[in-house]
């Protein structure tokens, strides 16, 4: 049974940092896509950091230069630092994994990614 476990989401004030952890479990991990996903309260899901299997990483517009996507394959764990954080980002958090790439350009249907975690929640305010 795979499993992805996240953790680190939590409030803080607009320009403050973040980072989330994902620990995946049973996976062919070396293999795979791995991304972080969040949704906003009536918004579809969209891919905010992705990281592949030969490392290349990939952002969304609204966050490159603030967000990095990192792993530790030694301990099968996926991050994401997330510096100047903004009202806008106020979303849940889903780690995900998957065969084939995610998108950080396009939602991302809950159908397209073959494992999510449950989400951790990040609350940025004004």
């Known amino acids: 049974q795979v499993q992805l476990v996240e953790s680190g989401g939590g409030s803080v004030q607009a320009g403050g940092s973040l980072t989330l952890s994902c620990v995946v479990s049973e996976y062919t991990y070396t293999s795979a896509c791995m991304a972080w996903v969040r949704q906003a309260p009536g918004k579809e899901r969209e891919g905010v950091a992705a990281?592949?299997?030969?490392?290349?990483?990939s952002y969304a517009d609204s966050v490159r230069g603030r967000f990095k996507i990192s792993q530790d394959k030694s301990k099968h764990t996926l991050y994401l630092q997330m510096d100047r954080l903004e009202p806008e980002d106020t979303a849940m958090y889903y780690c995900a994994a998957n065969r084939y790439p995610i998108s950080t350009e396009r939602p991302v249907p809950t159908s397209d990614v073959e494992f999510w975690g449950q989400g951790t929640q990040v609350t940025v305010s004004s």
């Open positions: 990281i592949d299997s030969d490392g290349s990483t």
